[in-house]
């Protein structure tokens, strides 16, 4: 482990040979803080939402019309994180964007079916939402949060935004809610593999009890 400001930190383990703004399917897992159920409880091998899960629902849905290039695979939402795939698409190859921004330290574990680097990214949003406006949670009005500072369309400012956009909107609404710092990543190399983790995701819901994030 390397240092940094006086304190031991734990490398990233993510590819450091590859771009994350590059084209690429990549699977994504975000986690609550302290893996607390503020999303809902499976019921009967389902999920059911509660109202942060219907925000968290709802705006990943919303990704691919605030970042270019980019659409949606598999997604679930479960009682404290979140599994989907993200596909990078950008006109001429793999769009020479540049870095990623993230890398520094991790914490946590790997994803769900232990294929996951760890993440800490280091987007520039602040993650502490408004507070003291209450309403009803619609699809509508949720739609309308503006996901900010999308920067170079990588992996880390579009999940950083994402998490910041579900941050204001719940403080907003006076609903408890938290992230685990950063979030796990796995760059899907071919088809099988991507076949796979899209059965992983869909079923997770029915095999929540075998997950390494039940609690």
Not at 124 to 141: C, D, F, P, Q, V
Request: hydrophobic share 30%; aromatic share 10%.
């Amino acid at each position: 482990m390397a240092k940094f400001k006086g304190k031991y930190r734990i490398e990233s383990i993510r590819a450091q040979w590859w771009n994350y703004g590059w084209n690429g399917a990549y699977f994504i897992t975000i986690c609550t803080k302290n893996r607390k159920h503020f999303f809902g409880e499976i019921q009967n091998g389902k999920m059911v939402f509660s109202s942060l899960g219907i925000i968290v629902n709802i705006l990943w849905h919303e990704i691919p019309n605030h970042s270019k290039h980019v659409s949606l695979g598999a997604f679930v939402v479960m009682p404290n994180h979140i599994h989907g795939i993200l596909l990078i698409d950008k006109p001429g190859g793999d769009g020479g964007d540049g870095g990623d921004g993230g890398g520094n330290g991790g914490n946590g574990g790997g994803n769900g079916d232990g294929n996951g680097g760890v993440v800490e990214t280091r987007h520039a949003l602040s993650l502490r939402g408004e507070t003291g406006e209450t309403g009803e949670t619609t699809a509508k009005s949720i739609g309308k949060i503006r996901f900010q500072n999308q920067g170079k369309n990588t992996i880390s400012s579009i999940v950083g935004s994402y998490k910041s956009a579900i941050t204001r909107h719940a403080n907003r609404l006076q609903i408890q809610n938290g992230w685990q710092a950063g979030f796990h990543d796995h760059i899907i190399r071919n088809h099988a593999e991507y076949n796979r983790i899209e059965n992983y995701i869909i079923k997770n819901p029915q095999n929540w009890k075998e997950d390494k994030f039940h609690n």
